[in-house]
């Protein structure tokens, strides 16, 4: 009952909060009067820019009106995903409008005229040509621009992307402004690994797949662009420390049929493909989509701890060899529906697979108090075999009105995942030398089963209040269950396999969140201002069935939200940012289970385990010239009840007492704080030559006073993107990153950095494209930390096959648009919406 009663509550706040919203949007409003003898601001600019050639929108492309009697700056706008922009509050007069988008040369449209008797001009599609300029018999186009900053993002277009060629989401990361992949492929955008993952504006964790799981089966051909929202507003899913990256797919609605097929290999036994088709006949819009992937990868690894007892020091040496093959095969389906002008509906169902095997070996060299007398040496041997099958299927409504920007959305979505992990571990002792092995052998083996399934429904709604304002509103419910049982088996010295219940475990975790928003825009003269709340209630439950031992957390949380932005002449504005966001333990930070990566290592949850609460400031400029653009900007996060996962050395768990073991678990310390700097600049060298560079600082400061535990961190990363047109259908990429050393709570990493470069040719009249990429061109990629406790130090160093060459061919099925239909990613509250503030930006 208690339950039901929080819910109620919730219920009627939900009503009561919509009840408000009818009367608002009912009222009239009212207009602006003149103010003294300035004329009325009575006329509207609006229209839609496209590129000439493939009549492609231009998303955020700056549109300046400019008075046509001295080139003064009077208002302007930026274009949304659809390209289309709308200046309000004109006053009477004549104007030009100028036209700037990065890869482009400035464009001037004349003779628009606003008067009293027609106070709207409509400039209709815009088509803008980019520069072409001929060198000898060599004709050089500009390419559409890499990176466009928007309102609350940074949208880096990968779709031509060549050093990514035959690789995956994980390999495009790499390559993002703001963002990081280390080791294991978990991402991080400004230092933090708390980031909220979207495919198409839709988690990629509802059905239990991690962020770089779900990243890891989409082919790098497939991905149009990645948008990066560092500071989210009202709308979004307030989940993750840092933002969000939206990864956005190709897409494809024009009249008839087409498709595009992609074909890639790879040296170190990388092989993957894709097809995707699409039919369009009058309402109807039928869409299907295939890709597989093959991979082989060997890695390798050492380390060596030093631990501390009373006056004892002992030493652990490993040496680690492994091998992982994994493939994937992915299916969609789908159609678009569109009932009139003003009603869509949208279905797919999308079906995804996937096996990876891995076999690691890891050589144990165990010394006591001098590390030149080996007193135990065995070898582990670690095979794994796991099979993911999981359905998503998903269906859209997109309802338009007259009055311009009005519109309702629905969605809901449902999905299911089967996981079925097999482990096998033998481990053999050898005596003083690894040539004679004695005969003390253990074998051991475990199975994981994972039954999860996500079920959300999302409805949005954005009503205009006049010419300058808007309000949106809407509530999202979420709720997801994850059934995970586990068995661990040993083979006694009577031949058979007994369970260690010491070892196995069975877990369900049950998760309900229960949201709603508001959020009010409206313009102030050159200022835009967008504020909102959103409040999320949420209740979660755990049970060790294994020992029938249960825990819940319920708790309501409230998120404000606020973005002012000024616009300024001559291209630039500056805006400032704050929302609040939460972090919360998913659950396997909260099942208390020992997981054992060896007799050595053993990782375990935290059932008290409370959600992180952050505070996000931002503070950013942007500034467009000609052929450059700029856009620096500063932030500070404030984490309070910060999760932080940290190692000490114990001798009491259950079954090993006695046997120095490494335990790694998570508690809430008591506050993080971060901030840093960004620099992002995008530069048109020449008509052929454009190039991206980004500059990174951030200094985090956890204070752990409730554990005494502190930690104070600096770092810095660089990264450049270097894209060449050499004519004749050829082009060319560069690319590297380098990432400074990190100190952590109690560890500290070591630099990474690595280059990559890639050529691509067109055949076929561009019908065709071959590709040719080699990654971490110097074989640089390499993970070394150093971690510290008070009774222990150790040194680790891993690194796998990252240099790589891969060959590509790409065919385009009657003309399948190398650049694919901005469309808007439906988000569920968490992804795009092209009716974001921008449009009262003047």
């Known amino acids: 009952m208690k339950r039901l009663s929080k819910f109620n509550i919730f219920i009627f706040f939900v009503f009561f909060l919509f009840s408000g919203i009818t009367e608002v949007i009912s009222q009239p409003v009212q207009g602006r009067a003149s103010q003294g003898g300035e004329l009325p601001r009575i006329g509207k600019v609006s229209g839609t820019i496209v590129d000439s050639e493939d009549s492609q929108p231009l998303i955020y492309a700056s549109v300046v009106l400019n008075s046509q009697s001295d080139s003064i700056m009077v208002s ?48 209709g599609v815009v088509e803008v040509s980019p520069s072409v300029q001929m060198l000898g018999e060599v004709t050089v186009e500009a390419a559409r621009s890499l990176m466009e900053t928007g309102l609350d993002r940074r949208v880096i277009n990968v779709g031509q992307e060549i050093t990514a060629i035959g690789g995956t989401a994980i390999d495009i990361m790499q390559n993002i402004p703001s963002v990081a992949v280390d080791f294991d492929g978990n991402v991080s955008l400004r230092g933090s690994t708390n980031v909220t993952i979207l495919i198409d504006g839709r988690p990629s964790t509802l059905t239990g797949l991690s962020g770089p799981e779900a990243l890891q089966q989409i082919p790098a051909e497939m991905i149009d662009r990645v948008e990066v929202i560092t500071n989210p507003s009202a709308r979004f899913n307030p989940e993750g420390t840092s933002g969000i990256i939206n990864v956005v797919l190709k897409e494809q609605r024009r009249p008839g049929y087409n498709g595009l097929l992609s074909l890639n290999a790879g040296s170190a036994g990388a092989y993957s493909g894709s097809l995707n088709l699409n039919y369009k006949i009058n309402n109807w819009n039928f869409f299907t989509n295939y890709s597989g992937r093959l991979s082989d990868t060997d890695s390798y690894g050492n380390s060596l701890r030093e631990t501390f007892f009373d006056e004892n020091t002992n030493f652990m040496d490993q040496d680690i060899t492994g091998n992982m093959g994994m493939g994937s095969n992915n299916v969609q389906i789908g159609f678009d529906y569109n009932f009139n002008s003003k009603n869509t509906l949208t279905f797919s169902s999308r079906y995804n697979n996937w096996n990876r095997n891995s076999d690691n070996l890891t050589e144990y060299t165990l010394y006591r108090d001098f590390i030149t007398n080996p007193n135990s040496l065995f070898l582990m041997d670690n095979g794994t075999d796991m099979l993911h099958n999981s359905f998503n299927h998903q269906l859209n409504f997109r309802r338009t009105y007259d009055q311009r920007h009005r519109e309702l959305t629905a969605d809901i979505a449902f999905s299911t995942r089967n996981m079925d992990r097999n482990e096998n571990f033998i481990q053999q002792f050898f005596n003083q030398n690894w040539e004679t092995p004695n005969d003390l052998t253990n074998l051991e083996r475990s199975n994981m089963n994972g039954q999860n399934w996500s079920l959300s429904s999302q409805l949005d709604y954005v ?329 222990f130090t150790m040194n680790m160093d891993r690194w796998r096959t990252s240099r790589v060459i891969t060959l590509g061919f790409t065919y385009r099925i009657n003309e399948f648009e190398r650049r694919n239909n901005n469309r808007r990613a439906r988000d569920n509250g968490n992804g795009d919406d092209s009716m974001d503030f921008d449009v009262f930006e003047m």
């Open 76 to 123: 302007g706008a930026i274009t949304d995903e659809q390209g289309k922009f709308t200046i309000d509050l004109v006053p009477p007069g004549s104007y030009f409008v100028t036209i700037n988008y990065v890869g482009y040369p400035p464009q001037n449209y004349n003779s628009i005229r606003i008067t009293f008797r027609e106070p709207e001009y409509d400039l």
């Open 463 to 791: 009503h205009p209040l006049g010419d300058d304002s808007k309000f949106e509103t809407g509530y999202r419910i979420q709720l997801r269950e994850m059934d995970s049982e586990f068995n661990f088996e040993q083979f006694n010295d009577d031949g058979l396999w007994v369970n260690d219940f010491n070892r196995s475990n069975h877990f369900l975790y049950n998760e309900q969140i229960f949201a709603v928003y508001g959020m009010y825009a409206t313009m102030l003269g050159k200022f835009s201002l967008q504020a909102g709340l959103r409040a999320e209630q949420t209740f979660v439950e755990g049970n060790q069935l294994t020992i029938d031992d249960t825990f819940t957390k319920n708790y309501l949380n409230l998120f404000p939200t606020m973005h002012l932005r000024r616009s300024f002449e001559n291209n630039q504005s500056a805006q400032i940012s704050y929302t609040r966001r939460i972090n919360r333990p998913n659950n396997r930070d909260l099942n208390p289970f020992m997981r054992y990566s060896s007799e050595y290592e053993v990782s375990m949850g935290n059932p008290k385990l409370d959600p992180e609460l952050i505070n996000s400031f931002e503070i950013g400029y942007t500034r467009f010239w000609e052929t450059t653009t700029l856009n620096p900007s500063i932030f500070y996060r404030q984490t309070d009840g910060m999760m932080t996962r940290f190692g000490r050395v114990v001798t009491d768990l259950p079954g090993l007492e006695g046997r120095e073991v490494t335990l790694m678990t998570f508690e809430n310390l008591n506050r993080g704080t971060s901030y840093g700097a960004e620099l992002v600049i995008n530069q048109k060298i020449t008509n052929w030559w454009n190039m991206n560079g980004t500059f990174s600082y951030f200094r985090s400061i956890i204070d752990g006073a409730q554990m005494e535990l502190e930690s104070d961190s600096y770092s810095w990363s660089g990264r450049f993107v270097s894209n060449m047109n050499l004519g004749n259908g050829w082009n060319m990429q560069v690319n590297g990153f380098y990432r400074s050393p990190i100190v952590m709570l109690n560890a500290e990493i070591d630099a990474m950095y690595m280059m990559n470069a890639g050529v691509r040719k067109n055949i076929w009249g561009n019908s065709g494209t071959i590709s040719l990429n080699i990654s971490d061109i110097f074989n640089t990629m390499r993970f070394s930390l150093y971690n510290y406790g008070d009774n």
